[in-house]
């Protein structure tokens, strides 16, 4: 695995970059943050969504970051990636999500001083503050495993940090201008200026369903991947995991074109998933050996067969 051109940061044992850029993608989201959504949540009420640190650094850190992944997130590179997923020499490793949960936390350099939060807490912050709120059991597991598909930067499914965290956008068709964060770096993609895929519908047809559209590479993807055929989850959570990053769609309404009959239930999930993504993150720390109980028998109801192949 190659590390990132663009990233100096900590490099573990094993020569894995370690995430530092996620943190600051989420940071340049809250900065953005100006929607009010369609279903208020509680949880956050209290909080000055203006106080979060300040995000100069962090935009000049996730810049770099968009520069990379903007002009690597191709067709050809996208259909590589899932062939390389789905082949059958690809050695998957299998683990109980809660053994994921510990991989993931365990691999991220806790010392970086721009992540104030652990991986688990910040799953398990989510998770809470959808409990707290009195959301579906359901929607509580999605906050607890939405993103796990980080993993991948350690399975092997991923080429560095750029096809792992960021916001994604669907690839085969134009870039949706301002509504994707940093527009101007796609010049350097080679699909902008191809005849087919830099056109404004591309390969696809309006109307054809979002889920028809191919996404960029990350860990949204990855993991709906993962759990699509192993757990027992309405579509409302798998939609929340695969588009949880799709901000071009979720917040700037682009992409409403290809929408289909029942895609805009799926809209509205992932909409009201995102403030438990992004606005958890200043609660408290939670303790996990109280709250690993309740959630063992929570990942159980969904994943009655509790080793998964990831
Ligand atoms: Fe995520
Ligand atoms: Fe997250």
Same mark, same amino acid.
């Given at each position: 695995?190659?590390?990132?051109?663009?990233?100096?940061?900590? =490099?573990?044992?094993?020569?894995? =970059?370690?995430?530092?850029?996620?943190?600051?993608?989420?940071?340049?989201?809250?900065?953005?943050?100006?929607?009010?959504?369609? $279903?208020?949540? $509680?949880?956050?009420?209290?909080?000055?969504?203006?106080?979060?640190? &300040?995000?100069?650094?962090?935009?000049?850190?996730?810049?770099?970051?968009?520069?990379?992944?903007?002009?690597?997130?191709?067709?050809?590179?996208? =259909?590589?990636?899932? &062939?390389?997923?789905?082949?059958?020499?690809?050695?998957?490793?299998?683990?109980?999500?809660? &053994?994921?949960?510990?991989?993931?936390?365990?691999?991220?350099?806790?010392?970086?001083?721009?992540?104030?939060?652990?991986?688990?807490?910040?799953?398990? &912050?989510?998770?809470?503050? +959808?409990?707290?709120?009195?959301?579906?059991?359901?929607?509580?597991?999605?906050?607890?495993?939405?993103?796990?598909?980080?993993?991948?930067? !350690?399975?092997?499914?991923?080429?560095?940090?750029?096809?792992? @965290?960021?916001?994604?956008?669907?690839?085969?068709?134009? !870039?949706?201008?301002?509504? +994707?964060?940093? /527009?101007?770096?796609?010049?350097?993609?080679?699909?902008?200026?191809?005849? @087919?895929?830099?056109?404004?519908?591309?390969?696809?047809?309006?109307?054809?369903?979002?889920?028809?559209?191919?996404?960029?590479?990350?860990?949204?993807?990855?993991?709906?991947?993962?759990?699509?055929?192993?757990?027992?989850?309405?579509?409302? %959570?798998?939609?929340? +995991?695969?588009?949880?990053? !799709?901000?071009?769609?979720?917040?700037?309404?682009?992409?409403?074109?290809?929408?289909?009959?029942?895609?805009?239930?799926?809209?509205?999930? =992932?909409? %009201? !998933?995102?403030?438990?993504?992004?606005?958890?993150?200043?609660?408290?720390? /939670?303790?996990?050996?109280?709250?690993?109980?309740?959630?063992?028998?929570? +990942?159980?109801?969904?994943?009655?067969? $509790?080793?998964?192949?990831?």
């Amino acid at each position: 695995m190659a590390p990132s051109a663009i990233y100096n940061g900590p =490099v573990n044992e094993d020569g894995v =970059v370690l995430e530092a850029i996620s943190d600051a993608v989420d940071e340049v989201n809250m900065l953005k943050a100006q929607t009010a959504f369609a $279903q208020q949540p $509680q949880f956050d009420s209290g909080k000055n969504k203006t106080a979060f640190r &300040q995000y100069e650094a962090a935009c000049d850190r996730v810049r770099a970051f968009y520069v990379e992944q903007h002009a690597r997130q191709t067709v050809a590179y996208n =259909v590589a990636a899932r &062939q390389r997923f789905h082949s059958a020499g690809r050695a998957r490793a299998e683990m109980t999500v809660w &053994q994921a949960i510990e991989k993931l936390d365990a691999l991220v350099d806790d010392s970086d001083p721009d992540t104030q939060l652990s991986q688990m807490q910040h799953l398990l &912050q989510s998770a809470e503050a +959808i409990r707290r709120d009195g959301k579906p059991r359901w929607m509580q597991l999605v906050g607890l495993i939405h993103d796990l598909g980080k993993l991948m930067l !350690f399975l092997g499914g991923a080429d560095g940090q750029w096809d792992v @965290v960021g916001d994604t956008f669907p690839v085969g068709c134009a !870039f949706a201008g301002r509504a +994707i964060i940093y /527009p101007d770096t796609f010049a350097a993609n080679p699909d902008a200026s191809h005849p @087919v895929y830099g056109s404004a519908h591309g390969i696809y047809s309006p109307g054809c369903g979002i889920a028809n559209l191919v996404m960029s590479w990350g860990h949204d993807e990855y993991l709906y991947l993962v759990v699509r055929d192993q757990a027992r989850l309405p579509r409302e %959570a798998l939609a929340m +995991i695969r588009y949880h990053s !799709f901000y071009p769609w979720h917040r700037e309404g682009a992409y409403r074109e290809f929408m289909a009959d029942g895609d805009e239930d799926l809209l509205q999930a =992932v909409r %009201a !998933f995102n403030p438990y993504d992004l606005y958890s993150k200043s609660d408290g720390i /939670p303790s996990v050996e109280e709250l690993k109980p309740y959630y063992l028998e929570l +990942i159980d109801e969904f994943f009655p067969q $509790q080793v998964i192949k990831w």
